[in-house]
Every structure is written in C-alpha cells, then in structure tokens.
C-alpha cells in the first residue's frame, strides 16, 4: 500500500519542491489590422487555458483595435462621459479604458509561477512594474521620458506648465497564474476619443502620444523598441 504526503506537509518536513515542467518558448506575434475586442478577449481566455494545460508557450500579443471603450473591474458608469463608440467589459483591473487605431495594445500572457528576468516568480506586484518598465525603456528609445506617479497607474509625461499627461495605461488580470490583458501605449491616437471617458477615473490630467510629444515614430518602430525592450526586462524572447 502507498500511502501519500500532502505537499504542504512534504515541504515543511524539508523536502524539494516538485519541479515545474520546462517552459516552451515565448511566441511574439503582430496583428495586421484592426482586431474587435471581443474577439481578443475570447483569444486571449483560450490562450491562458492553453498555456495551463502546458499546449501553448507564452505569449505576447500585439494589435490595435477599432475605437472602443472598455471597463474595468473598477469602472464607475458616471465615468463613461459620451459612449459614441462599442463599450465592453474588459475583466481586467482598473477603470476606464480607450482602445483605437493608433495605440499599440500589448496582451502579455505569461505564466506567473515562473521567473521572468527581473520579475521573479508569482509576485504581482513585481509584474506590473515589469510592465512599466518595459513602457518606459522603451519611451526612452523614442527621447520620451515616462514616468511612474504614486497613487496612479501607468506612465505618465511632463509636458511643461506642471502639465502632465497619460501616455501609457496598465490593466491585468490573472488567472491561475497565467496574466493576461497587459498595456496600451498611445503612439498616434485620434486624442480626442478620450473625451467620452474618464481615463482610468483621473480627471485632473491628460492624455499624450508620441505623435502629440512630435516624436512621428511609426507602429513598426515602436513594435522595435518594445521587443528589443522586453528582453531587458523580461528576459531573452524567442520568436
């Protein structure tokens, strides 16, 4: 008869950990065109079951969607101004959001019980720092200094007068350790569609692109910079 120790029990009487299986390769992928949102939450929630059942690697997801506004967890409906466009609950933190043409939407599913580079295993906290982190190295590779703000999620630009405005939004949501969702960064937005929300319930500032900072960089470049920028942060990408 066999008879089985509880892990937790296992681990206290000093015993190794098992091991996790190895990780498969991260996968970068690039979406031509415009891509609905509902159609990337339904990706998005395959992928992360995928990626706990051990039949798809890591990813990360980069795409624009057609104007829309989407809601987080925290979402105050007296903050959704003008709904002129599609508005979806989005399952992630955070409040109000805008996605359009011109942004660059980067979905990060990763499997959390494991190290990335400087991120270290299932510390969340430690994530979303990654996340702004790799915003803002790669904000630098464009002469655009972002920055972190207490109390206030994202990365934040001075613009000069004690002016300061959004150019990059964060909202995650994990699940079983697999994270999904991840950022948007603002790179030639039509500005004006932030008018129908209140980005991320924060009034009193703005919101920025590169194109309004007069910095033109194009979609490829910026997809450049944010790949060269995650293998600084997050560790070697394999394509």
């Known amino acids: 008869m066999t008879t089985e120790i509880p892990l937790a029990a296992a681990l206290a009487a000093g015993a190794e950990p098992p091991a996790l299986p190895p990780a498969s390769p991260l996968e970068w992928r690039v979406e031509e065109g415009l891509t609905d949102y509902p159609a990337a939450l339904g990706a998005m929630q395959a992928r992360v079951a995928a990626i706990r059942a051990g039949t798809a690697p890591e990813q990360v997801w980069l795409v624009e969607h057609p104007p829309s506004y989407t809601a987080g967890t925290s979402a105050s409906p007296a903050d959704l101004v003008d709904p002129r466009f599609p508005v979806y609950a989005a399952g992630r933190g955070g409040q109000w959001t805008y996605h359009g043409p011109g942004q660059r939407t980067g979905y990060v599913l990763l499997d959390l019980q494991r190290p990335h580079g400087r991120v270290p295993a299932r510390d969340i906290r430690a994530y979303v720092e990654g996340l702004e982190e790799w915003m803002i190295r790669t904000l630098d ?16 630009v001075a613009e000069g007068g004690g002016r300061e405005s959004k150019i990059g939004a ?5 699940t079983r350790w697999v994270s999904w969702h991840g950022i948007a960064l603002n790179v030639e937005p039509e500005l004006s569609h932030f008018a129908g929300i209140v980005p991320c319930g924060i009034r009193q500032h703005g919101v920025t692109s590169l194109w309004a900072l007069g910095v033109t960089a194009t979609m490829a470049e910026v997809d450049i910079a944010l790949r060269a920028c995650w293998d600084e942060v997050f560790g070697e990408t394999v394509a």
């Open 170 to 174: 964060i909202g995650v949501r994990v």
């Open 141 to 156: 590779r464009f002469n655009v200094k972002g920055e972190r703000r207490a109390g206030r999620v994202g990365i934040w």
